[in-house]
C-alpha cells in the first residue's frame, strides 16, 4: 500500500528563520502578525516584512499559515478583522490558524471562503470534534501534542485533515488549558506571553519541565497512518536551529525512513533538555520525559556548525535577436514562463555581439532567487545591442516570471469583507444569580452534601469518582474529564449511560469535542473552553449550552450581559495546569490508587496542590484561592457564582458558605485575581 507523504510546516519567528525554512525544504510555514499569535515575543513580522515573506514563500511554492491562536477581548476582534482584511487584500494566506471560538464566528460571517486550522490551543484530543469542526467550516485540526500512535491513527481517520507536532517544545500542561503564567506571573500562555513556570525548580528539582518531543524515528509510521501534516515549534528558535531542523525532516519524510543515530544525536546537538522524549506518542509516561537544559546541552549547541545554505531555483532562458525584429527573451522555471520582447537590433558597425556573448550576459541572475541552468540564443550575424539593452531583457524576463510564479502560488478565492452581527440569544433575566458547589478529586461527604443540596442550586462532582446515594433531584451535574481520548471513549460512555441511568441530569463539559457524548443532558461549558468575548458566548449558546464559565482571565463584565449563562468563579484555587502525567508519582507522593494529592513548592515558599484527575492525570491548583465572596455585587450581570473546592476540610468548606452568604471579607492569603486587573483587555 502506497504511503501518505505528508506536509513539512516549519516556524518562521523571523524573516531570516522564514528564509531557513525555505531553503531547507519545508512544504508551509507559519508566524504570525502583530499582537494576535500564541508567540508574543518572537519577531512577528511588520507589514515590509510581512510583504517579503510572503514574496518568498510565493517564489518558492511554500504554503503560508497565520497564527491568530489567541483568545481576545471584545475590543479586539474588530482589530482582528482588519488585519484579516489587510492580508485578503495584498496576500491571501492559505489558511489561519484560530483558537478563539468568537473570532472563528466572526472570520466565518466576514471572510468566509478562508481557511481556517483549528490550533492544537483548542485542546482537541480524538476524532469526536469533526462533527462540531464541520459546522464551523474548519478543514484542518492541530491535535494536542499528549496523543499516543494509537490515538492519533484513529484521529486521523476522522474526516478532516489533521496535523501533527514531531518536533521541538511541549508543554507539561495541555495547550491552551494552562492559567500558571496568568495566576502567578500575570503574563498569560493563552494570550501568547508565557513565563514559563514549567521550567523552574520546585522544591529544588524540576517536576513539570518535560524534555522537547522528537519524533524521528517513527516518520515511515506516522505516514502510513494518514496524517496530513508534520509540524516543528520553534517560533522563538535561531534560523540556525530552524534550517538544520527541517533539512533532516525533509529527508526522513522523502525517503520514507527513520532517522539515523547521527541525525538524532545532530538534533540532540542543535538543542534538546537532556535528551529527547517520545514518551507520550508511545504511552510511557513518567519521570523519564523530564528534562532540563543543562550546561553540556548548552555546550553542544555551541559547539554545532550549521551553514544555511540558500536554495535557488533552476530556470531555462531562451533568446532571439534577428534582423528586422524586436529582440525576445523567455525564462522558464518548472511550469511557469515569462516572456518579454525589448528594442530591435541595429546593424553592427564596429564588433557584432556573439552568441558567447550573449550566452554570458543572460546567465548573469545577480541577487535573484534564480539560477540560470540553460541557456539557447538564436542571433543573427551582424547585429548589435547595447549592454544595457540585453540587461534590461534578462531583468524585465525575471521580474515577469516572479511575479507568473508568486500569482500561480497565491490561491484564488474571493477576498470580499461581509459584515457580521452579534446577536443576543436569551434575554438575561433580572434575578439573583445562581450558585454553584463544584467539588475536585471526590466528593464530599453525605452529610455535607445535604446541606449544599438545601443551599445550591446546582452541585458539580467529577464524573468518575464514586459519590453518596442521594436524592439530588435536577441539581447535580457531572464533570467530564478536561481530555477524552478516542481510547477513553467506551469507558467514559459508560459511565454517562451509567448516570443517565441514576437520573442524573446534567453535564459539565470542557472541551467542544466532547458534544457527542452529551445527548440527553443539560449542558454546562465548563473553564477550559475559554470565553473571553461575547461572540464565543453566544456560540455557546447556540450549540446548546445552557451555561458557561467565563475565563478566570477576564473581569465577568468583559461578556455582554446579552447572552445569558455566565457563570464566574468566586471562590477556589484556580486550576492552574492539567497534566497528561502524574505530577505527584514523579514527586514520589503517589500512594492511593483512587485518590491521591501531593505538593509541589516554588522558589517564595508558595505551595500548589497537585490532585488525581481521571486516568491518573493531574491538575495543579494555585496556592491561594481566589476570593471575590464579598465582591460580588461588582460582577455584573453573571448568572451563577460558583465556588470552587479542592483541599478544603469540611469545616473550611463550612465557613466559606457562611462567608458567602454574608459577603465577609477574607481572612489570609488570597487573590482577588482578574478583579484587579479591572475590565480592559486581559
Sequence with gaps: ???????????????????AAVYAGADAVYFGGGDFNARAFATNFNDEEMESAFNICRLYGVKVYITLNTLLSDKELPRVLDFVEKLEKHYRPDAYIVQDLGLISA?????????LHASTQMQFHSSHCVEVLKRYGISRVVLARELSREDIKKAAECGLETEIFVHGAICVCQSGGCLMSSFI???????????????????????????DM?????????????????????????????????????????????????????????????????????????????GVRTDLDKEKSRALNVEIKERKLPITVSCEIKEGKNAYIKAT??????????????????????????TARLSKTGDTAFLVADVSVDVDSGLIMPMSAINALRRLVLDRLFDEITKSNTPARNTERKGFSQKAYRTPMDVRPMSVARFEGK?????????????????????WVTRPDLDYGDKLSLVMPRAVYDSDGEAIKALLQKARGEGVCGITVPNLGMLPF?????????????????????????????????????????????????????YGKAPLMHTENCIIRNAGQCRDKNYCKGVITDKTGARFTVMREYGHRNTIYNSVPT???????????????????????????????????KGLSPNGAFTRAALKRGTGVF
Design 1 to 19: 500500500m502506497a504511503h501518505k507523504k505528508p506536509i513539512l510546516l516549519a516556524p518562521a519567528g523571523s524573516l531570516d528563520a522564514l528564509r
Design 107 to 115: 472570520l466565518r460571517q466576514s471572510f468566509p471562503h478562508i481557511p
Design 185 to 211: 506571573g500575570g503574563r498569560s500562555g493563552n494570550r501568547g506571553k508565557c513565563a514559563q513556570p514549567c521550567r523552574q525548580a520546585y522544591g529544588g528539582k524540576y517536576p513539570l519541565s518535560l524534555k
Design 214 to 290: 522528537c519524533l524521528a524515528k517513527y516518520i515511515p509510521e506516522i505516514c502510513d497512518m494518514g496524517v496530513d501534516c508534520l509540524k516543528i515549534e520553534g517560533r522563538m528558535k535561531s534560523p540556525e536551529y530552524v534550517w538544520e531542523t527541517v533539512r533532516i525532516y525533509r529527508g526522513l519524510i522523502d525517503g520514507y525512513r527513520a532517522a539515523t543515530k547521527d541525525e538524532l544525536m545532530r538534533l540532540s546537538a542543535l538543542f534538546s533538555r537532556s535528551g529527547f522524549t517520545d514518551g507520550y506518542y508511545t504511552s510511557r509516561k513518567g519521570p523519564s520525559m523530564f
Design 333 to 358: 522555471c518548472g511550469n511557469t514562463s515569462a516572456e518579454y520582447v525589448g528594442e530591435m537590433p541595429q546593424k553592427a558597425i564596429n564588433r557584432p555581439i556573439t552568441a558567447e556573448e550573449l
Design 443 to 463: 466528593a464530599p461527604s453525605e452529610r455535607l452534601l445535604k446541606i449544599l443540596l438545601e443551599r445550591f442550586d446546582r452541585i458539580e462532582l467529577p464524573l
Design 518 to 570: 452529551c445527548e440527553g443532558f443539560t449542558i454546562h461549558g465548563d473553564y477550559p473552553l475559554n470565553v473571553t468575548n461575547t461572540l464565543t458566548a453566544a456560540e455557546l449558546s447556540k450549540l446548546g449550552f445552557e451555561s458557561y464559565v467565563i475565563s478566570a482571565e477576564i473581569h465577568p463584565k468583559g461578556i455582554s450581559k446579552g447572552v445569558a449563562g455566565g457563570e464566574y468563579v468566586v
Design 627 to 661: 476570593y471575590l465572596l464579598d465582591k460580588t455585587g461588582e460582577l455584573g450581570g453573571v448568572s451563577s457564582h460558583i465556588l470552587f473546592f479542592t483541599d478544603e476540610s469540611e469545616d473550611e468548606i463550612m465557613a466559606v458558605l457562611n462567608a458567602y452568604e
